[in-house]
């Protein structure tokens, strides 16, 4: 093999993790072998006065920078790339596509160990299983060490061994306990689980039978694969979507191939991780945000090394290498949270497809209420659309009613006629859920003599009160104060909650059902590791008769006794500046909605509403919510609003209040020397909340009906942007298909 000598010095040009639309150019190290080197390479680079992590785009004879002044690579830290060919250029369209800086986009791809640089010769995780007397004791003879019992009743709901990530994502404190029954004999270190290409069996334990349209779905992705093609599988709540993903999963697997799932949070991973443990014998990796630096770089590397099967994730798990890819399914795809809403902007549904395309194989994305765009690209023979229009086994879909409140008294957000129904079914030993969009006590303190309201100094919100807490949140900034007693604008008038809360809706239900048992679910009170398993645990073992809670309950989880659902505040998402809000309000009705009846009884939903005609709301009653999709596209296109057309919002944030308005001035008279006839440049104008964490908040919208015009003039705009002389000044990001437009 060639060795580099001086007198013919090749150039390394690499992506560094900065906010620069530029690549930096290295001389490569003295005496290394080159045909090793390829792209996608981790480097350690000089820069300033620092080291940094370099990422190898690609090898170069000449630059625009004297080869004098170019400073040498340090060290490659990878013998060979640890993505693929086909990662890097998924990466590289990213960046196209998002205009974002290429480094960024990288860095991205990198769970954060491997981001910092360190090693890849991780040491594996240990894996805990029951010997023969830990699986037949039983668990009430430890009654007396709870936390062994806890231990304990964790593995032998398991048929398999678990690892420290997944006990640690069940219960921080586990370890302890498990020394103890390991000491006992009641534990014992366990093999690793199968990997890809074991010759164990796949499955554990049967399939479901399937209907004829489950199975029509079944069929349609499992005959496509090897080949890329994106499903839309649209099935009502309850109608077997899981069961699905399992039986096309389990072909992929016996193809000797690779699955990644992903979710839209963290909650939902537990439930579907116990269901894939349950029906595979193939070794699973999870990869979210509750986990260590260590065990999501163990689930990637074992995920590129195809020593892991099925990985289960939130979205940045989106850009994990496989080594033998067959299948990506996005569930709940409408879902906000696949946006990426900081940073590098990307959204996890549109790159999966896109990876699926060059990685030729299918994507599936699943969702009980389609993302309008999804419906769109339906229509456009982009996408295929699998209809699963009825509840699995015996259950039938909930009945929807509106209760009109208007002029009716209320007791913290619950009308009388609410309160009876909810005791109709609590006397059948049925549970109730009950959902609120807000956590926390009430969105607000106002005085009852002047009218003064607790606002947050550094944004244009009002504080939240946290009762228990005996605090006052800004839930933008996260900033606290005391919780107080007197108005500190008149000194004299009366300080009075305004508007619900979760805390405060438990506080009148445990005085209006005193003798029944009441759980609150929110971030709040779900903040501690292993607290929301141990509150779904009691819900569905029967121990809850009312469950109260926020967008956490409208997603996925499975209530089998859960009869009654009520939507207290429907109006709040009828009236909002945003497009979306229409859509996003279905969607949470719908998503709710699923939650009840989902076992042999049947359910009811009750919305309380000030606006009982509201063609929203007597829309998705009476026809549903394909009805509602047809009826709002089509205002979208009167509107030439997206999925018609096509948009990016720069963002812009300054301490001071004059110049994040200057910048988008100077960005307008760029933009108007190179837009062309259909996109158009709206702004610049104060953001919805003009001011949050102490900084001035102002926004650009760019749209055309045309895709390709709307990305030449951000091709053009993205580097002079950059060299404005505010951009100095001001914080500013481009979001590219935005989600919101606050």
């Known amino acids: 093999m060639a060795k580099l000598q001086h007198d013919n010095e090749l150039i390394f040009r690499v992506a560094i993790a900065l906010p620069v639309y530029r690549l930096f150019d290295y001389l490569a190290p003295d005496n290394i072998e080159m045909t090793a080197i390829k792209p996608g390479v981790r480097l350690e680079v000089p820069f300033g006065n620092a080291k940094k992590i370099a990422f190898l785009v690609e090898c170069v004879e000449q630059s625009d920078i004297a080869i004098g002044k170019l400073k040498r690579v340090e060290r490659i830290l990878d013998q060979k790339p640890l993505l693929s060919v086909k990662d890097v250029a998924l990466l590289h369209w990213a960046s196209r596509y998002y205009h974002h800086p290429l480094g960024e986009v990288f860095s991205a791809a990198f769970p954060a160990a491997l981001r910092q640089g360190k090693s890849t010769l991780m040491q594996t995780e240990k894996r805990y299983a029951l010997t023969e007397t830990g699986k037949g004791l039983a668990s009430e003879q430890l009654k007396r060490s709870p936390k ?3 231990v304990l009743e964790k593995f032998q709901i398991h048929a398999n061994s678990l690892s420290e990530a997944e006990l640690s994502a069940w219960n921080q404190n586990w370890r302890n306990a498990a020394k103890q029954l390991l000491d006992k004999g009641l534990l014992q270190f366990a093999a690793a689980e199968p990997g890809i290409n074991s010759r164990e069996p796949i499955v554990r334990n049967d399939a479901l039978h399937c209907n004829p349209q489950q199975q029509a779905a079944i069929d349609a992705v499992s005959g496509r694969l090897g080949q890329f093609g994106v499903f839309l599988l649209e099935g009502v709540t309850g109608s077997g979507k899981t069961e699905v993903y399992m039986q096309i999963i389990r072909t992929v697997l016996e193809r000797g191939q690779q699955v990644l799932v992903l979710l839209p949070e963290i909650t939902l991973t537990p439930q579907l991780e116990e269901r894939f443990r349950q029906r595979f014998t193939v070794s699973i990796a999870l990869s979210h945000s509750k986990l260590t630096d ?3 770089s163990s689930a990637w590397l074992n995920m590129q090394r195809g020593q892991c099967a099925i990985l ?15 299948l990506i399914i996005l569930d709940e795809e ?11 902007r990307f959204s996890a549904r549109d790159v999966a497809v896109v990876r699926a395309k060059l990685l030729n194989i299918p994507v599936l994305l699943g969702s009980a209420t389609p993302a309008l765009e999804s419906l769109h690209n339906v229509d456009n023979k982009r996408y295929r659309l699998l209809h699963l229009p009825e509840r699995a086994g015996n259950a039938t879909a909930p009945l929807l009613q509106l209760l009109d409140i ?14 009876a129904e909810m005791h109709k079914t609590l006397a059948k030993n049925e549970q109730v859920l009950l959902f609120l969009n807000r956590r926390g006590f009430a969105p607000t303190l106002i005085c009852h003599g002047c009218g003064w309201v607790a606002r947050c100094r550094r944004c244009d919100a009002n504080l939240v009160i946290h009762r228990d807490e005996g605090i006052l949140r800004c839930h933008h900034c996260a900033q606290e104060q005391r919780l107080i007693g007197q108005c500190p604008a008149c000194k004299t008038g009366e300080l009075t909650p305004l508007g619900l809360g979760t805390e405060r809706v438990e506080k009148v239900l445990a005085e209006l059902f005193a003798d029944k048992t009441i759980v609150r679910l929110d971030r709040d009170s779900t903040q501690r590791k292993g607290a929301l398993e141990n509150y779904l645990q009691r819900i569905n073992q029967g121990e809850v008769d009312i469950i109260l809670g926020t967008q956490m309950l409208a997603k996925g989880h499975h209530f089998p006794n859960v009869t009654l659902v009520a939507i207290l505040d429907v109006d709040s998402g009828l009236f909002s500046i945003d497009f979306h809000a229409p859509e996003k309000l279905a969607q949470m009705i719908v998503q709710v909605s699923g939650r009840a009846g989902r076992a042999e009884k049947p359910g009811r939903v009750i919305m309380q509403t000030r606006q ?7 829309t998705l009653i009476s026809r549903g919510y394909s009805s509602f999709a ?3 596209l089509a205002e979208r296109k009167d509107a030439s609003l997206p999925p018609f057309s096509y948009q990016a919002l720069l963002r812009v944030q300054a301490a001071d209040a004059e110049m994040p308005k200057r910048f988008l001035d100077a960005v307008v008279k760029l933009g108007q020397q190179h837009s062309k006839e259909h996109t158009h440049i709206l702004g610049p104008v104060a953001a919805p909340m003009a001011r949050r964490a102490g900084l001035y908040r102002y926004q650009l919208l760019f749209q055309s009906s045309r895709r390709p015009e709307l990305h030449a003039l951000l091709d053009v705009l993205m ?4 060299k404005l002389k505010q951009a100095n000044k001001v914080r500013w990001s481009l979001d590219v298909d935005p989600v919101d437009l606050y």
């Open 148 to 150: 062994q019992k806890s």
């Open 294 to 296: 260590r065990q999501r």
């Open 312 to 326: 289960l994730g939130t979205r940045s798990a989106l850009f994990t290498p496989l080594k033998n890819p067959g």
């Open 334 to 344: 409408h879902d906000a949270s696949f946006k990426q809403q900081e940073g590098f």
């Open 406 to 419: 208007r002029n009716k008294r209320m007791q913290e957000g619950l009308s009388e006629a609410l309160v």
């Open 612 to 618: 009982p005609e509201h063609p929203l709301l007597t």
């Open 630 to 632: 047809r009826t709002a």
């Open 719 to 722: 580097p002079k942007i950059e």
